[in-house]
């Protein structure tokens, strides 16, 4: 399974961007897909997270209420939607999957660089 994130790049404090994340690969069985972020010098943080059944959604603190995930099933495809972005959102934002049935394993994508200017 391999994880594409894109959609990431510099924008000023207020703007919007949408990160998209695709997955790939044989017999995807794909059960939640989501969002993590890295600050410089911090921990990896959740963000968002989506399952593909319901299509039920859970945000992090940072996320709530400027932050929407959704997802397209048939394109094996998640979404970030920011809005109102502010310089602290300044991360590398990985996008990751739970995939398989009965037994799942979790997989990440290599990450995409989004800067908020002040």
């Known amino acids: 399974v391999q994880l594409q994130a894109s959609g990431g790049g510099l924008v000023q404090a207020g703007g919007s961007l949408r990160l998209s994340c695709v997955a790939s690969?044989?017999?995807?069985?794909?059960?939640?897909m989501g969002w993590y972020r890295q600050r410089p010098g911090e921990a990896r943080e959740y963000v968002a997270s989506?399952?593909?059944?319901?299509?039920?959604?859970r945000y992090g603190d940072s996320a709530k209420g400027r932050f929407t995930i959704s997802r397209d099933n048939a394109k094996n495809t998640v979404y970030l939607q920011m809005d109102n972005l502010k310089p602290e959102d300044t991360a590398v934002y990985y996008c990751?999957?739970?995939?398989?049935?009965?037994?799942?394993?979790?997989?990440w994508g290599q990450g995409t660089l989004v800067t908020v200017s002040s």
């Open positions: 989506i399952t593909t059944t319901d299509g039920s959604t």
């Open positions: 690969g044989s017999s995807l069985s794909i059960n939640v």
């Open positions: 990751n999957a739970n995939v398989g049935r009965p037994s799942t394993n979790w997989y």
